[in-house]
Each structure stands twice: as structure tokens, then as C-alpha cells.
T-cell receptor, first 115, second 115 residues
């Protein structure tokens, strides 16, 4: 069965600093990987996704993620964090079921941004 | 587009009462997912539908939970009778028909508290 591990429960960074959120997955086949963001009181919003091809994917809000098969990782990065990035971030692996992907989510990383 | 709509946004009820959560997916979306989010278990997939038909309900915790999708624009998740351990945030998500079948669009969630 597939699984996702986000080893950092909570990360604090200063505004303007760089950010990297870690994600490790376990899945027997080629993974479909996603990063979602959840702002307080809101649903999840897709930041980016990886299916194949270029291992560095760009997403919305200036985020990017790099797929590293050898490390089973899909870490999320942003060069300069803004206060509005404070939220909870979820990594997910998609498993094909028919024509849709069932998502297995990690436990999330809460990001705090200091002024 | 209004996005995925869920109602109510907050529900407080007493143990033993019936609870009905509602979801309206985005028009033109043919997959609908129900998730539950708790601190202890994170985000869990409960059930999902394709073209109004339940495809996989293996995540439904027990017989007290039931879900229906009578038409393409409406789904309900019912808990009868409710218990305090059902307290969680329940999300609905949908996937568009056609090209982008991998991006799930989440609603804002319903926060359920069972006293």
C-alpha cells in the first residue's frame, strides 16, 4: 500500500527566507505526486503536481517541487516566503483507480512565517 | 464558478442525533470524494462517486455512515446515530470530466462537533 511521510510537523521561517518542506513516499509503481495547501478554515488547494517528465515542477504562488526517485522524495521549495504563505501543507500520492486518482495524504506540515 | 459548496459550514449536535452534510460539486465534474480530517488520523478518504455511482466506500468507518449522490449536482453524507468520535472536519472534493482528471477541487469543509 502507498504511504506518505512528512517528517516536519511544524516549521517556522522568517519572511523573505527560503523554504523547503520535506515529503517522502512509498509506492511500488511510478508515483503521481501532489502538494496541496490548506489555509485556516479553508479547503485544500492544489499547488503543483508531478506525473512524469521534468523532475522539477513549477506551481502556483512561486512554489516548486523536485521529484527524486532515488530518494523517494518530493520536496516543496520556495525561494522567498511571504507572510501569506502561512498555512498547512500536505503532500499526497495518487493511486490510479479506474480513471481517477485516489489520494493518500501525509500528515501535513504547519508553516509559521515570522515578520 | 462558485467552486465546491458545502453546507453547513459548522454543525454542533448531540450524541445520538442524525447529521446530514451536503455537497454541491463544481458543474461539469463527474467524480466526487468525501474526506474526513482529524488531528489523530489526518485526511482520510471515506467514499467516492463517479457519475453519481459509488465506486469505493471502503473508507466508510462503519454502518452509521452512509453517502448518496442522487444527481450530478448534489451529494449527502449522513451519520446516524452520531457519536463524539465523529467530530471532525468533513471535506467534499470533485474532479472535472475530461482532460484534467487528476486535480481534486476541495470545498471549504464542514466542521462537525458531536457533544
Amino acid at each position: 500500500a502507498q504511504s506518505v511521510t512528512q517528517p516536519d510537523i511544524h516549521i517556522t521561517v522568517s519572511e523573505g527566507a527560503s523554504l523547503e518542506l520535506r515529503c517522502n513516499y512509498s509506492y511500488g509503481a511510478t508515483p503521481y505526486l501532489f502538494w496541496y495547501v490548506q489555509s485556516p478554515g479553508q479547503g485544500l488547494q492544489l499547488l503543483l503536481k508531478y506525473f512524469s517528465g521534468d523532475t522539477l515542477v513549477q506551481g502556483i504562488k512561486g512554489f516548486e517541487a523536485e521529484f527524486k526517485r532515488s530518494q523517494s522524495s518530493f520536496n516543496l521549495r520556495k525561494p522567498s516566503v511571504h507572510w501569506s504563505d502561512a498555512a498547512e501543507y500536505f503532500c499526497a500520492v495518487g493511486v490510479s483507480s479506474g480513471s481517477a486518482r485516489q489520494l493518500t495524504f501525509g500528515s501535513g506540515t504547519q508553516l509559521t512565517v515570522l515578520p | 464558478d462558485a467552486g465546491v459548496i458545502q453546507s453547513p459550514r459548522h454543525e454542533v449536535t448531540e450524541m445520538g442525533q442524525e447529521v446530514t452534510l451536503r455537497c454541491k460539486p463544481i458543474s461539469g465534474h463527474d467524480y466526487l470524494f468525501w474526506y474526513r480530517q482529524t488531528m489523530m488520523r489526518g485526511l482520510e478518504l471515506l467514499i467516492y462517486f463517479n457519475n453519481n455511482v459509488p465506486i469505493d466506500d471502503s473508507g466508510m468507518p462503519e454502518d452509521r455512515f452512509s453517502a448518496k449522490m442522487p444527481n450530478a449536482s448534489f451529494s449527502t453524507l449522513k451519520i446516524q446515530p452520531s457519536e463524539p468520535r465523529d467530530s471532525a472536519v468533513y471535506f467534499c472534493a470533485s474532479i472535472p470530466r475530461g482532460v484534467d482528471t487528476d486535480t481534486q477541487y476541495f470545498g471549504p469543509g464542514t466542521r462537525l462537533t458531536v457533544l
